[in-house]
């Protein structure tokens, strides 16, 4: 005989379902994280699912960086209670996005051309030895997805294309860190990855650069390929020390001297505009 469900016993037994549970999660960014749902999903799954939200808008810069925000105006904006919010900025702020002010609320962490220099520099002190270990630890199919991702050459004025060339460059990079086994050092890597791309969402470009970044691509995997962590250190270092020569003369135009906060009208097939034009002093 068929087991008879009440209306709630059926909404928990099919949120217990893969399939049910992926469209509920779907459903969220719609409906308010109320009680009900927070006990047929998971504050948990709530949680991640407001996070990556989040974290995706502050990346892309949909959230102006410099911006001030109240727990009640978050809310709002994500149809969300404060539980769930006050989780997901504590985890955001540990990954250097959001800024919590004490009584006051919260502020998108701003962009400045300091930090662009300090996670430049992070970056070669960790990726060419990440590549080195990754020649060592990859395995053939993760290879194999890095030489799908070394390719992708963006087109010079297409904003999609561009925005896509952004995360395939991420997927490259945060994939050879993984490929080491070495969680810790994923985790850096990544990090400094995503705080990188908030410039290059916000107006920062590379211009008509892209022949040169997937020759470089494609030589640092090939090394990685070939078993090489002496070739694999080596290409990864002169690919960044090549980003930072690019991104020091477009950088020159944004600031003279001192601390400066990117401004937030800045397109992507834009140039960073000069100090008077474009930034202001912190």
Same mark, same amino acid.
């Given at each position: ?21 992926? @469209? ?7 409906? !308010? ?22 974290? @995706? ?66 970056q070669l002190i960790f ?18 997805? =890095?030489?799908?991702?070394?390719t992708y050459e963006y !087109? ?10 952004? @995360? ?28 990188? =791309? ?51 003369? =477009?950088l020159m135009n944004a ?28």
């Amino acid at each position: 005989m068929a087991t008879q469900y009440t209306s709630d016993a059926k909404s928990v037994y099919r949120l217990n379902r893969p399939e049910y549970r992926r @469209q509920a999660f779907a459903d969220l960014s719609c409906r !308010r994280l109320t009680p009900q749902l927070l006990q047929g999903v998971g504050m948990e799954s709530i949680v991640e699912t407001l996070y990556r939200r989040l974290r @995706q808008d502050i990346i892309e810069c949909e959230l102006t960086p410099g911006r001030a925000f109240s727990e009640t105006e978050f809310g709002r904006l994500y149809n969300a209670s404060r539980t769930p919010i006050r989780e997901v900025c504590r985890r955001l702020e540990n990954d250097g996005l959001i800024r919590i002010i004490p009584f006051r609320g919260y502020r998108i962490a701003p962009l400045s051309v300091a930090e662009f220099h300090d996670l430049e520099e992070l970056q070669l002190i960790f990726e060419p030895e990440a590549a080195a270990l990754a020649a060592e630890r990859a395995s053939d199919e993760e290879i194999a997805e =890095m030489k799908k991702l070394a390719t992708y050459e963006y !087109r010079v004025g297409d904003r999609s294309s561009y925005r896509e060339f952004i @995360q395939t460059n991420y997927q490259l990079h945060t994939l050879i860190a993984q490929s080491t086994r070495n969680l810790r050092l994923h985790d850096v890597v990544s990090n400094a990855h995503v705080r990188l =791309m908030r410039f290059f969402y916000l107006g920062l470009p590379f211009d008509s650069y892209g022949p040169a970044l997937v020759t470089e691509h494609i030589r640092l995997v090939d090394a990685i390929a070939s078993r090489n962590a002496s070739d694999a250190r080596h290409y990864a270092g002169e690919h960044i020390r090549q980003a930072m020569q690019r991104s020091a003369s =477009m950088l020159m135009n944004a600031i003279r001297f001192g601390e400066a906060v990117f401004g937030a009208n800045q397109s992507l097939g834009g140039t960073i505009p000069n100090a008077a034009a474009g930034v202001r002093r912190s």
